[in-house]
């Protein structure tokens, strides 16, 4: 590490990070409570979750060992001590927002989702009711809405800034809010009778104490603007009568910033433990006002929540109590009083020092992101958030949120980032959030944008990143108490080693150090004239992501090499099982007898070996259709015997399904900007992209020498060397410079022709590996790769091939040996 570096932050930051004036620094805290972190995890998703203490850990560990807790429904000993606990958390709860019993109650739910679930089904909504929340909401939030318009309730969205100027008269600047409303949503059309009065209607708004997808706090003071004066916010719409309830998520700002409810007296406030210090995870609260609370109209009771119902006739009493009114069932009384520890960790640092601590590492990163540039001078990041004039924010959260361009102004996808991130140790979090309303804010995108996105095949948590030149969500980091600087640094060098373009040497026309590949055909068929390729081997891998064979000679099919993945195993919820969800289905082993016509399976933990036969007649189980990575199969099934034989190799339930020769795959997107599948045209069995994978024995050479040179090994004891059948390949070649395959058009092997279709683009499956007959797993030659073999986006080695043979004859095959002549049109 460069110690300027860090001499430098500190000048900056000295006085605010790591704890100066606390029990631990941030050191101390990060060598005796984060052992778990020594192996060079570098975790920035605290916004998501943050981590727990082991120190946490042991206490609450001791907790439950040395003490009794039962149910708190009885009046044994052990109830009463489980009830002195709970009510105990609860006042912590109330002390950490500032709020007074007098005027508060804390109600523990399942999570924060949970605690809003609860205000959206019991409010008073009628058709006079008006649901009023900013854009930048969780979607947690938004649901709230489909409770308010079932019961005819208004629902809008609107957008808050503030303005700061100086009015050249007083001292301190001055602000001005600026209100934008979106149109009102109203699902069940209700004709008002003339003269109806509106002002007892009870309305709501929502707003974050911090925004999760940007950082950005709003200003509490909304809260008493809202209940004193709201039509200073609602002036230009007709909704601002009525009493306006205010609810605070705070799901995400309680961890550095919770809420002063004596100064912001709002009516609701929603609390997440796991996003405070690590643990319990299922366990949330409710903050609510005790005169907000009579409001609220509950329809369902519990154990726990009566004081008394008979079964037989239509009588329930219900109890007085806000908590147990509210509390379904038996509350989660071990987690609740785990919580107790979780808050002496952050009551030992403060709550304001974990502040300044952690908003020090989020200053700092946006700072050094905006300094990135290009060789060519463009700018490499976009950050997404608080501005000096743009308030509500008063200020911003440990959260840094942003997307990376190329020199060509084109952008970076978010999974290309996060993808290379984890090859690097890092832990970060990129997508929406689950905040719809700032991802479309920030990013500009229009509804015509959203729903084109939709109609594309979009949705959460999938790879479409980018979108007719858009990105559809942005990359995010976060800090918590215990993160430092040197967590900041490596994510700061990934940055600049990853996606900042220097000038750079490449060898061979392959990049060394760059976000592409570039594909110089320049003496390209001089070299390959002068260059002997031919087939070193041939595999055919039968069942998709099980083990496969070699063989000297093999036929081929309208499909590709016969019977090359015309298998696969789907889980009894009905999901396709692959070796990135299931490694230990590399334990596997194939072989196929053509003579015979049977399929033979072997694994470790089967003693029997599986005799499957390849005669059409054969199926002892149903046929179907079903969809595979967007494209739809028809398939035939077995009988409970493989379908046990296949449960016990791979320690799950689970069927083996064959392809039908007699039906085509098609691909139910068509459009070639999305899905998998780039041969559109051939027939395939189940493989991911096209027929063929070629692999080049010198262009593996050439990697095994790159990962010797590295310093840093896999992970788990992993070799650094791999062989050209990591990859999967059914051709393996040998002959010609490493790379060469990469400039190849087309192709000729004996008699038959195969166009390429271009690199095969790499997943974390090759860097799983079998040692010993035990499934391991590391970084490499993933992270090698990337640091060389990327193209938009993209990490290739080897290139995909497809042959267009219509009816095969005996004619049809491929052997070891035969000479390959690239570009033989």
């Not at 523990?108 to 959206?120: D, E, H, I, P, R």
Request: aromatic share 10%.
């Amino acid at each position: 590490m460069d110690f300027s570096d860090k001499e430098e932050f500190l000048k900056e930051f000295g006085a605010d990070y790591g704890y100066p004036d606390g029990p631990k620094s941030v050191d101390e805290i990060r060598a005796t409570e984060f052992k778990r972190l020594e192996n060079g995890t570098v975790y920035l998703d605290h916004a998501g979750a943050t981590l727990y203490s082991e120190l946490q850990m042991e206490a609450v560990f001791r907790d439950l060992t040395a003490n009794v807790y039962g149910n708190p429904h009885s009046q044994s000993d052990s109830s009463s001590a489980t009830c002195d606990i709970v009510r105990e958390v609860r006042q912590q709860v109330l002390d950490y927002c500032n709020a007074s019993p007098k005027y508060y109650k804390c109600i523990f739910t399942s999570g924060a989702t949970a605690a809003l679930k609860l205000v959206g089904e019991t409010f008073p909504w009628n058709h006079q009711s008006s649901f009023a929340y900013t854009m930048e909401n969780h979607n947690s939030v938004l649901g709230i809405r489909e409770y308010a318009l079932s019961q005819g309730a208004a629902a809008f969205a609107i957008d808050i800034e503030e303005a700061v100027h100086n009015d050249g008269l007083s001292k301190t600047p001055v602000t001005s809010m600026n209100v934008a409303l979106h149109p009102v949503q109203r699902r069940n059309k209700i004709q008002f009778t003339d003269g109806e009065p509106t002002g007892n209607a009870h309305n709501l708004f929502a707003f974050p104490s911090e925004c999760n997808f940007s950082g950005s706090k709003f200003n509490l003071e909304l809260v008493n603007i809202m209940k004193k004066n709201p039509a200073r916010i609602l002036e230009s719409s007709p909704y601002h009568e009525g009493c306006w309830m205010v609810l605070i998520d705070a799901a995400k700002g309680c961890a550095t910033q919770p809420p002063d409810l004596s100064k912001y007296p709002a009516d609701f406030v929603v609390v997440s433990f796991y996003k405070i210090f690590g643990y319990p995870t299922g366990l949330g609260a409710l903050i609510i006002r005790n005169d907000a609370a009579k409001l609220l109209k509950k329809s369902y009771f519990s154990g726990g929540t009566v004081a008394a119902s008979i079964a037989d006739i239509d009588f329930v009493r219900r109890r007085q109590g806000i908590e147990e009114l509210f509390e379904d069932g038996t509350a989660s009384f071990l987690s609740i009083a785990s919580v107790r520890h979780g808050f002496n960790i952050i009551n030992s640092l403060t709550v304001s020092a974990i502040f300044r601590h952690t908003a020090s590492l989020a200053t700092y990163v946006r700072k050094t992101l905006l300094t990135l540039t290009h060789e060519n001078g463009a700018a490499v990041c976009t950050l997404y958030g608080s501005s000096p004039s743009k308030v509500p924010f008063e200020e911003s959260g440990p959260v840094v949120t942003f997307n990376l361009k190329r020199p060509d102004g084109s952008w970076f996808g978010y999974r290309e980032v996060e993808k290379l991130a984890s090859l690097s140790g890092i832990q970060l979090r990129t997508g929406c959030f689950c905040n719809p309303g700032a991802c479309a804010k920030y990013l500009g995108l229009s509804h015509l944008d959203l729903l084109s996105n939709i109609e594309a095949g979009h949705v959460c948590w999938d790879d479409n990143d980018v979108i007719n030149g858009k990105p559809t969500g942005a990359v995010r980091v976060s800090f918590g108490y215990m993160s430092t600087y040197e967590d900041v640094k490596n994510f700061i060098d990934f940055i600049k080693s990853s996606f900042v373009s220097l000038p750079n040497l490449s060898v061979n026309g392959n990049l060394m150090r760059a976000s592409f590949i570039p594909f110089s055909t320049e003496g390209v068929d001089r070299k390959l004239l002068a260059s002997n390729h031919f087939i070193k081997s041939i595999t055919i891998y039968p069942i998709k992501s099980c083990a496969g064979f070699s063989v000297e000679r093999w036929p081929l099919c309208s499909t590709g090499l016969l019977h090359d993945r015309e298998w696969l195993v789907r889980s009894q919820a009905g999901e396709i099982l692959t070796q990135k969800k299931v490694p230990e289905m590399c334990l596997v082993r194939t072989s196929v007898d053509l003579k015979q016509e049977i399929l033979f399976i072997e694994s470790p933990h089967c003693k029997v070996k599986l005799s499957i036969n390849l005669k059409p007649d054969s199926y002892t189980g149903g046929r179907e259709e079903i969809d595979v990575l967007a494209q739809r199969y028809e398939v035939h099934g077995y009988g409970d015997e493989v379908s046990l034989w296949f449960s016990k190799a791979i320690g799950r339930p689970c069927t083996l399904l064959r392809s039908s020769s007699s039906k085509s795959r098609v691909c139910l997107n068509k459009s070639k900007s999305f899905g998998i599948c780039r041969d559109l045209d051939s027939r395939l069995n189940f493989t991911n992209e096209a027929q063929y994978l070629l692999i080049s024995e010198e262009s593996v050479s050439d990697l095994n020498r790159r990962l010797s040179s590295n310093i840093k090994e896999g992970t788990y004891g992993a070799p650094v060397q791999v062989n050209p059948m990591r990859f999967r390949p059914n051709l393996v070649i040998s002959g010609g410079e490493p790379y060469t395959e990469d400039e190849w058009r087309n192709l000729k092997i004996g008699n038959q022709h195969f166009t390429s279709l271009g690199g095969c683009n790499r997943c974390q499956m090759i860097n799983i590996f079998l040692k010993d007959e035990q499934v391991q797993k590391s970084n490499e030659p993933l992270a090698t790769l990337a640091s060389y073999r990327r193209r938009k986006g993209k990490i290739l080695f080897g290139i995909l091939l497809k042959n267009n043979i219509l009816e095969p004859d005996t004619d049809s095959y491929l052997e070891v040996g035969q000479e390959i002549h690239p570009n033989s049109e």
